[in-house]
């Protein structure tokens, strides 16, 4: 997806955070597999409007850096840190050519960051960015598409997604679109890579423990929709997570 797509986007995109699939699923899911953040500097690419770079500060992190590549969801960002400021700092960057970082930070996140990598060398060289800003024995949490999502499987619209093959490939694997099913509905591009692709491109950049995690459905979640609801999605669950370590 181009940047100017999530330019247009904006504040908006924190709407997806109230959709099932991301309240119930993603977000719960990713916050629970990053864990206790207090006292610990945070780096979090593809930080987009912010929302797990104020999350995790509200938490106790003790500095929280936010990096995107659109100006606009960084604008967002800190139009979010002046009305709540929390002492997030956000600055424009993109993360296959990123800047040396002043000192190493303890823990990096990239929420659908590496799937936007527009082939496996730009993707290795994240990796490396990452790598190379990160404390020894720091670890880096990942959130991007399933590898092997079934896309003939039922609709997600019910969990607030819509999640289709474009029928176009690049390197790292096949092109979606996913459509938030907001008021107006939002679409982006973007690939789905290879599960190879993700581990051979974190190890090749000196990531050791790389391990998938699965997304899981919040107590939360099962109590406002029951179990039933959440079949379809935890038969085929279109997110998947890793983490890894520097």
Known sequence: ????????IG???????SLPLA?????????????????????DLASGTGFYSREFKRRGAAEVLGIDISGGMVAAA?????????????EVGDVSAMRPLERPFDIATGVQLLNYAEDIAAMERMCRNVHRSLKPGAEFFVLAQTPDF????????KYGFLCEPTGEEIETGPQVRITALLDPPISFVGACPRREV???CLRAAGFKEVAWVPLEVSDAGVREF?????????????L?????RA
Do not use: H, I
């Not at 079934?150 to 619209?157: E, K, M, N, Q, V």
């Not at 998947?240 to 890894?244: D, F, N, V, Y």
């Open 1 to 8: 997806m181009s940047v100017r797509q999530y330019d247009a």
């Open 11 to 17: 504040e908006a995109f924190e709407g997806f955070k």
């Open 23 to 43: 309240q119930y699923g993603e977000v719960p899911s990713f916050l629970a597999m990053v864990g206790d953040v207090r006292g610990k500097s945070v780096l």
């Open 78 to 90: 800190r139009a979010f840190e002046e009305r709540e400021p929390l002492g997030v700092r956000y």
């Open 150 to 157: 079934r896309f003939d499987g039922p609709s997600l619209a």
């Open 198 to 200: 993700y581990e051979q």
């Open 226 to 238: 029951g179990a039933d609801f959440w079949a379809d999605l935890l038969a085929n669950p279109p």
């Open 240 to 244: 998947e997570m890793l983490r890894c």
